[in-house]
C-alpha cells in the first residue's frame, strides 16, 4: 500500500519561511508533487521532484530525499494569499497519484 | 482553452435519488479523474479512465459509476444518493500517467439531505 503522513496544520508569519513536511510508504516510486488548494476552490499543482535535490520555483521550492522517502515544500517570504492547504502527492508509477491529507497553512500578521 | 470544466457547481439531493455530474475536459487528455474531498481531508479516488472506453476503480467507488465514450468527456453517476456521499466532487485530467501535472476542474459541491 501507499501512505503520506504531513502535518495537519502550520501556522507562520508574513514575510517569515516555512517548511512543510511530507514522508511517504510507497511499494514504487517515481516522483513527488505539491499541490495548492485554496478555501472554496480547486487544487492546482505547484511542483515535481523525481530526483534528489531542490526545485525552486520563485518564492516556492520543494525538495526531495528518495534515500529517507522525504520531501519538504518551502515557501519564501509569506504573504496572506499563501493561506491554503497543501497536498503532497505520490506518484508510483502504476497508479493515479496518491494524495496525503493536506497540511493547512495560515499566514499571519 | 478553458481546461476542466464541471456541473453542476452546487446540487441538493434527497436521500434515494441519482444524478449525474458532467466533466469536460478540452486538452486532449487521455487520463482523467474523479475524486471526492470531504471537509478537511484530502482527495479520495473514485474512478479513473485511461482513456475512451476504459475505466477502473480508484479507492472508494462504491455508490458511483462512470463512463467514457468520448476523450473530452468523464461523466460520474450517483445511483441511489445516501447522506455518506455529502462532499465535493473534482475532475482532473492529465496528458498521461508520468506527467504529474493534474488539472482540476472547479469541483461540484454535493448535499445529500
Known amino acids: 500500500g501507499q501512505s503520506l503522513e504531513q502535518p495537519s496544520e502550520v501556522t507562520a508569519v508574513e514575510g517569515a519561511i516555512v517548511q512543510i513536511n511530507c514522508t511517504y510508504q510507497?511499494?514504487?516510486?517515481?516522483?513527488l508533487s505539491w499541490y495548492q488548494q485554496h478555501d472554496g476552490g480547486a487544487p492546482t499543482f505547484l511542483s515535481y521532484?523525481?530526483?534528489?535535490g531542490l526545485e525552486e520555483t520563485g518564492r516556492f521550492s520543494s525538495f526531495l530525499s528518495r534515500s529517507d522517502s522525504y520531501g519538504y515544500l518551502l515557501l519564501q517570504e509569506l504573504q496572506m494569499k499563501d493561506s491554503a492547504s497543501y497536498f503532497c502527492?505520490?506518484?508510483?508509477?502504476?497508479?493515479?497519484?496518491?494524495f496525503g491529507k493536506g497540511t493547512r497553512l495560515s499566514v499571519i500578521a | 482553452n478553458a481546461g476542466v470544466t464541471q456541473t453542476p457547481k452546487f446540487r441538493i439531493l434527497k436521500i434515494g435519488q441519482s444524478m449525474t455530474l458532467q466533466c469536460t475536459q478540452d486538452?486532449?487528455?487521455?487520463?482523467m479523474y474523479w475524486y471526492r474531498q470531504d471537509p478537511g481531508m484530502g482527495l479520495k479516488l473514485i474512478y479513473y479512465?485511461?482513456?475512451?472506453?476504459?475505466?477502473d476503480k480508484g479507492e472508494v467507488p462504491n455508490g458511483y459509476n462512470v463512463s467514457r465514450s468520448t476523450t473530452e468527456d468523464f461523466p460520474l453517476r450517483l445511483e441511489l444518493a445516501a447522506p455518506s456521499q455529502t462532499s465535493v466532487y473534482f475532475c482532473?485530467?492529465?496528458?498521461?500517467?508520468?506527467?504529474?501535472?493534474?488539472?482540476f476542474g472547479p469541483g461540484t459541491r454535493l448535499t445529500v439531505l
Open positions: 482532473a485530467s492529465s496528458y498521461s500517467w508520468g506527467d504529474n501535472e493534474q488539472f
Open positions: 510507497t511499494s514504487g516510486f517515481y516522483g
Open positions: 521532484n523525481a530526483l534528489d
Open positions: 502527492a505520490v506518484n508510483s508509477g502504476n497508479t493515479p497519484l496518491v
Open positions: 486538452m486532449n487528455h487521455n487520463y
Open positions: 479512465s485511461v482513456g475512451a472506453g476504459i475505466t
